[in-house]
């Protein structure tokens, strides 16, 4: 069986397309998970039956379910660095550094940040619902899509002198300046926690990350607006992986392409190779009984004048196009180092057989 060809390109670029197709559609497959836990988490209201319904239930536990409350510490909140008045249960400093840098590649100045400093605060806090019900929310800093108020935003402009600017220019970075932020989940903002709800010692609920490994929520956002997103993310995970599956396809459709197309070539010189070995399989008989007839008149054999150019022993049998020289036999034809006619030079781009009557 002749080996499948696939040249290096083709074949990087087929991994590569369904290596990252793979990858897409796993994270895809996340995603989707996550979106069909969503749609099926029930939404329970904060108020004074919740306790009383996770009491009935076996484990006192809710896997995954939907809670909205308004957040309230449960001690002393954070108060903002620089923004007086403000407090929160989340706070966020963040310091970040942006400069430009030189690409070699695109001969341009290209923008560049990295964080200098980060730091990130929290203290134990609840949500609370109708009837001053409340539930304790675990482990915020784990929760995804956990969007705080920025409070504070302020940029430090660089200053520097010439031989700064000589510098800049010879090491291929110019600091633009410096970031200062800071985030903060507010006391009295509304949350909309997904997780896992237990009814813990003294009755008292909390939210905890899902121990079935679900992914665990806490948005400002309302439930709809974060199941939306998420579908959203869904889908765009999906378009990826079908474009990159089907990048993949097509450089499979075009080796297999270019495959049956060498397979088309390699049939149609079997093909010329039978009819010739006939041809020459004729002309051999016929040239036994033209030898026996000479020998049984005795006259001497001639030289052809029709024989092969290049090995001077076989007639010529075929016809080189598109020259048209009739010169050589298969045989010399197929032992050629290059396809071009021994006559004129020029390139052969086809033979047929010459048939003589």
């Known amino acids: ?12 670029c087929l991994g590569t397309s369904l290596a990252i197709s793979g990858l897409f559609y796993y994270i895809y497959r996340k995603k989707r998970k996550t979106v069909d836990k ?9 108020d004074g039956k919740l306790a009383d319904l996770l009491n009935v239930i076996p484990g006192k536990c809710l896997q995954y379910v939907v809670i909205e409350g308004a957040v309230q510490p449960v001690g002393e909140p954070l108060r903002s660095q620089y923004q007086e008045g403000s407090v929160g249960v989340v706070q966020k400093l963040m310091l970040r550094e ?4 030189w690409n070699n590649l695109a001969h341009t100045w290209m923008d560049s940040e990295r964080v200098l400093h980060q730091r990130v605060n929290a203290v134990p806090f609840s949500l609370v619902g109708s009837d001053q019900a409340n539930v304790r929310v675990l482990c915020p800093l784990e929760a995804s899509e956990l969007k705080m108020d ?6 430090h402009q660089a200053t520097y002198g010439f ?3 000589v510098g800049q220019y010879l090491s291929g970075e110019k600091p633009k300046g410096q970031l200062e932020t800071e985030e903060m989940l507010k ?10 709800l237990i009814l813990d010692t003294g009755r008292v609920m909390k939210l905890r990350p899902p121990t079935d490994g679900s992914v665990y929520f806490l948005s400002t956002a309302d439930f709809e607006t974060l199941r939306l997103e998420q579908e959203g993310q869904a889908v765009v995970w999906q378009v990826l992986a079908s474009v990159f599956a089907l990048a993949g396809a097509a450089v499979l459709l075009w080796v297999g392409h270019r495959y049956y197309r060498s397979l088309r070539v390699r049939w149609d010189q079997e093909q010329l190779r039978r009819e010739f070995e006939r041809l020459s399989a004729g002309e051999t008989g016929s040239g036994s009984a033209a030898e026996a007839t000479q020998e049984g008149s005795g006259e001497q054999e001639t030289p052809l004048e029709n024989d092969c150019v290049i090995c001077l022993t076989q007639p ?10 009739v010169c050589c036999c298969y045989s010399c034809y197929q032992a050629l180092p290059q396809p071009t006619c021994p006559i004129c030079r020029q390139a052969i781009n086809r033979v047929v057989p010459l048939y003589q009557a």
Not at 316 to 325: E, F, T
């Open 150 to 155: 920025i409070i504070h935003e302020k940029f």
């Open 163 to 165: 031989t700064d600017i």
């Open 98 to 101: 942006h400069k430009l840098v």
């Open 38 to 46: 969503l749609n099926g988490a029930p939404h329970m209201n904060l």
């Open 1 to 12: 069986m002749e080996e499948f060809p696939v040249r290096m390109v083709e074949g990087l």
């Open 187 to 196: 006391v009295g903002a509304t949350l909309t926690g997904v997780g896992e």
């Open 316 to 325: 010529r049998s075929c016809v080189l196009l598109d020259c048209g020289h």
